[in-house]
Structures are given as structure tokens and as C-alpha cells.
């Protein structure tokens, strides 16, 4: 990275989202003397950062992104003036899957990115390092730079880099101080190379130079789809075990313990669980099904997908657990879910477990309540809705109700089945006798985050079934 470059004076964000504020958020706190400016098209989001109550909830992000606003930190609907007066711009909108044509349920749809991109060449009035900040199928950098080329004023140069993101919902801050390395992808040119190293020094403000990785554009975009599908497959491959072990008499627990003492696997991320959610593993697996197929590599693609089928087989498993369990009905019966976020310290709840299974218990008629410390009720309402139809709400609201906390939502109820692994439901916070006492009985849990100490429960006169260990007899 030893060419002569560019200092980044002002930097632009599009995209307040997940990744877009607290990335750039900690970026403005490091960096006292760039000004940042984080742009969005919807203004509801830019007046939630701009007031005392941010738009999603993250530890630790109040304080910084308070400490910096108004400062260096600046959020707004001017996507023009945030483009004109940066030097590099990243660009960190959403690419879901893509709902309808081509690639439809697998590819990601790159809408927003291409507009984005078009956005920064129509308003450009002078030259600009575009950073790739959304996580996208690899070799997008081409077709962005390709936009950006075939538009951009007389005389304007845009240099594109990759720089993808690894934070984790629920510890993005604490990510983002620590980050194991931060990539940067560029082309393998002069100007490529100098761009590379005007985005590192911003990092170098306190991520060891170390951790920095400089490399081709490609590897940069493949490394973070690669990432989320190894992370992903390590989940689906103990719920695959998990299998086992409930049929067997095997305990996944302590398979995982004995797995992940061997230092060639390690013992992060092989938790067994009703499965993974969020917004990024299912749809950056597809993405990369998508790739393998349009690379005309099917037993790549398949290999792939089975992550993803392991994971939805694993969510229908453990429903089918609760309603065999449940005498085969749950008609009228009241289930408390307990957590709907799809992982806990987040209020996120894009692909959350939560959903499907809520889904499938309305199907057995089921009535259901619900209760998560940190999601809001809208959030809920809408995940198991369609948007606009407001019918399908009252109808809905005849068999599922939010609580206000855990106790209520477990009053009077057949099972309770914990979706998220929020602290605050152990068996070392919630008084699990007093839940017990206002429960039908028998007293069923289903723990589908494997949080709480059976032996325990089962003395207080659960019964209690979790993920990857055979029911007691
Ligand atoms: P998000 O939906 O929370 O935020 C994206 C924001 O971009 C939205 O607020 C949207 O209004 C805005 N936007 C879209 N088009 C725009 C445009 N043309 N101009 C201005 N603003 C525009 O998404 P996110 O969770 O922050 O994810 C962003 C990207 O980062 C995705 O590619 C995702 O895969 C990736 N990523 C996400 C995570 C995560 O944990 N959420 C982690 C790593 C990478």
C-alpha cells in the first residue's frame, strides 16, 4: 500500500441501514477530522438517527453516535450534497433476494446498488472513490464501474474498491472496534492501488495495519459471501447432528464441546438451534447458489443450497417436536413464544425462526403470545402479515397477541418455546416457578436456543424438550 495517495477529507454514505450507520458511525468517532455524512432515501430512518431514539438498537452505539453528531457525524435526505462533497463514498444499501424475473428467490437483486451508482456518476463534480460497503455477488465492481464510467461528467475519475463488512447484529460495535481484518479490494493498477490506500489509513486510526488486507477486487467481494456460507454451513452441520443426537440419546451439547476442543474446528458458532435467521446468511447462500449456477457449476450450487434446506428442515423438525409432543394438537392451546428477534441484543427480525414457526403454529390453530424485550409490535404485526392487508391483521389478532413481558405471555399457556436466546429468558433471570404455576398443565418448554439448565426445570415439573437431546421419558 505504499503509493503516494489521496488524505479522505469528507466521506459520504448512502445508506443509513444495519451497516451504514454504525460502520460510519465509528469511522467519524476514530477519525475526528473527516467529516461524515450518512444519506438515505427515507426520511423516517434519517430523523430516527437525528433524534434521542436511533433507528435500530445496537449496544454501545448511542454513546458514540452521540458523542460524534453534529460534530463529524451528519445524517440527512441530500444524497446529492453528501455525494458532491465527499472524496470516497460508500455504498452500503440493501441487496435482498430478488422477488420476481431472472435469478428470482436466489440472486441478489442489485437494484438499489445500480441506482445508488447512477446517483454518484449523474451528480459527481469531481473524482470519487467508490467503496462497495453492501455485501454483493462477486464481479458487481464491474458493472458499478461500468455505470459510473459510461456516465460520469467530461473529465471525472472514479476509482471503485471492495470493502465488505463483517460486523454481527447484536455486537456490531464492539466488531467494528476489534474487526479480525478489514478487506480492501481493488484493481491491481496504479490509481486502484492509491485509492486501496486512502480507505486503509482511515481504518489505520485504530485497526492494526496488520489486520488490513490489501487484494484483488474479486477475492474482496467473494471473501465476504464466502464468510457468511462457511458460518452458515458450521450452524446447519451441528443442527444436521443435532438430528442425531435427539434420535440417539447423544447430547449435541456435548458433541459440540468434544468437536470444538479440536483445534482445527474450534469451538465458535457450533451452537445447535431451532436454526439461523437474519437478513444476511440465508439470502448471501443463495446469492452464491445463484453464482455457482450461472457459472455452470450445479454440484456446486447444490452443495450450497443444502445449507440452506438444513435449515429450514431443522425450524419444520423442532415444529413438529412441540406438536407431537402436544398430544398432536394444537388446537386452542395456548403457545408462549418467547423471543422473536432472530438473535438476541438485536431488534432485528429479518428472517427470524420466530416467523416461521409462529406461521406454522397458526396453521394447527393454535393460539399464540408473544413477547420480545427489544421488537417492536409493529415489527411483529407486519412479519406476520401481509403488507396492506389489514383484514388478514384482525384476523390474525384472534389468535396471536403481543405480551409485556414474559410472565404474561406464559399465563395460562400449554408450552412455552424460547425462539431467541436473549439472557433475560435463563433460568438464572425469569422466575421459571412462578411461570410454572400460572401454566396448564403439563407444563411444557421447548428450548430451541438450548439456554436453560433441564435438570432444573424438570425438578420444578416441566416437562422439557430441547434441540439436539431425546425427550426424558
Ligand atoms: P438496511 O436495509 O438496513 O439499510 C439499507 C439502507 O439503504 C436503507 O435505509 C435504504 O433506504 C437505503 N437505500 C437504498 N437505496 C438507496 C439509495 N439509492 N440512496 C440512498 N439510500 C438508499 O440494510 P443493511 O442491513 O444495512 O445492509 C446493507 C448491506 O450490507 C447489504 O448488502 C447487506 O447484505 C450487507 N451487510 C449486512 C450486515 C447486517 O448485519 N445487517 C452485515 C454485513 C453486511
Redesign the pocket.
Known amino acids: 500500500l505504499m503509493v503516494p495517495h489521496k488524505t479522505i477529507k469528507k466521506i459520504c454514505c448512502?445508506?443509513?441501514?444495519?451497516?451504514?450507520?454504525p460502520t460510519c458511525a465509528v469511522i467519524a468517532e476514530k477519525n475526528p477530522d473527516i467529516i461524515v455524512t450518512i444519506?438515505?432515501?427515507?426520511p423516517t430512518?434519517i430523523a430516527a438517527w437525528n433524534s434521542d431514539t436511533l433507528p435500530?438498537y445496537e449496544p454501545g452505539l448511542d454513546k458514540i453516535v452521540k458523542g460524534c453528531r453534529g460534530r463529524n457525524l451528519f445524517f440527512s435526505t441530500d444524497?446529492d450534497k453528501g455525494i458532491i462533497e465527499a472524496d470516497l463514498i460508500f455504498v452500503?444499501?440493501?441487496?435482498?433476494t430478488k422477488k420476481k424475473g431472472v435469478g428470482a428467490g436466489y440472486a441478489?437483486d442489485l437494484g438499489?446498488?445500480e441506482?445508488?451508482t447512477r446517483?454518484i456518476a449523474r451528480v459527481a463534480q469531481s473524482d470519487k472513490i467508490v467503496v462497495e460497503?453492501?455485501?454483493?455477488p462477486c464481479r458487481t465492481a464491474h458493472s458499478m464501474r461500468y455505470i459510473l464510467e459510461a456516465n460520469a461528467r467530461p473529465g471525472i475519475h472514479f476509482d471503485i474498491l471492495s470493502n465488505?463488512?463483517?460486523?454481527?447484529?447484536g455486537t456490531?460495535v464492539p466488531d467494528l472496534m476489534r474487526p479480525d481484518r478489514v478487506l480492501i479490494g481493488s484493481l491491481d493498477t496504479l490509481a486502484g492501488r492509491a485509492a486501496a490506500a486512502s480507505l486503509a489509513d482511515i481504518y489505520a486510526s485504530w485497526v492494526p495495519r496488520g489486520q488490513i488486507i490489501a487484494m484483488n477486487l474479486w477475492s474482496s467481494e467473494l471473501s465476504?459471501l464466502a464468510a457468511?456460507a462457511l458460518l452458515a454451513q458450521r450452524i446447519s452441520s451441528i443442527n444436521a447432528l443435532s438430528a442425531i443426537c435427539e434420535a440417539t440419546g447423544a447430547d449435541v451439547d456435548e458433541v459440540s464441546y468434544a468437536c470444538g476442543l479440536d483445534t482445527r474446528i474450534g469451538s465458535k458458532f457450533l451452537k445447535a438451534s431451532v436454526g439461523f435467521g437474519?437478513?444476511?446468511f440465508q439470502?448471501?447462500i443463495l446469492n452464491l447458489v445463484y453464482l455457482s449456477e450461472s457459472l455452470h457449476l450445479p454440484e456446486v450450487a447444490a452443495y450450497w443450497r443444502q445449507v440452506v434446506e438444513m435449515n429450514e428442515y431443522q425450524k419444520r423438525r423442532f415444529t413438529d417436536r412441540v406438536i407431537s409432543s402436544l398430544f398432536n394438537t394444537l388446537t386452542g392451546k395456548k403457545i408462549a413464544i418467547l423471543g422473536f428477534a432472530f438473535k438476541k441484543d438485536t431488534g432485528?427480525t429479518?428472517e427470524s425462526p420466530a416467523i416461521t414457526l409462529v406461521n406454522y403454529f397458526r396453521a394447527e390453530r393454535a393460539n399464540i403470545s408473544i413477547y420480545d424485550p427489544k421488537v417492536e409490535d409493529s415489527q411483529i404485526w407486519m412479519d406476520l402479515t401481509e403488507p396492506g392487508v389489514v383484514d388478514d391483521l384482525a384476523e390474525l389478532q384472534k389468535q396471536v397477541s403481543i405480551a409485556t413481558n414474559a410472565y404474561s405471555a406464559c399465563d395460562d399457556a400449554d408450552a412455552v418455546v424460547i425462539c431467541t436466546e436473549w439472557d433475560e429468558f435463563r433460568d438464572t433471570y425469569l422466575d421459571y416457578g412462578r411461570i410454572y404455576e400460572n401454566m396448564k398443565k403439563p407444563a411444557f418448554v421447548f428450548d430451541g436456543r438450548l439456554i436453560l439448565d433441564r435438570n432444573r426445570l424438570e425438578g420444578m415439573g416441566f416437562r422439557v424438550e430441547t434441540i439436539g437431546r431425546a425427550a426424558s421419558s
Open positions: 448512502i445508506g443509513a441501514g444495519y451497516v451504514g450507520g444519506v438515505d432515501i427515507n430512518r435500530i444524497v452500503s444499501v440493501n441487496t435482498p441478489a438499489y446498488v441506482s445508488a446517483h460497503k453492501s455485501t454483493v465488505p463488512e463483517f460486523l454481527a447484529e456490531a465476504k457468511n437474519g437478513s444476511c439470502k448471501d432485528d429479518r
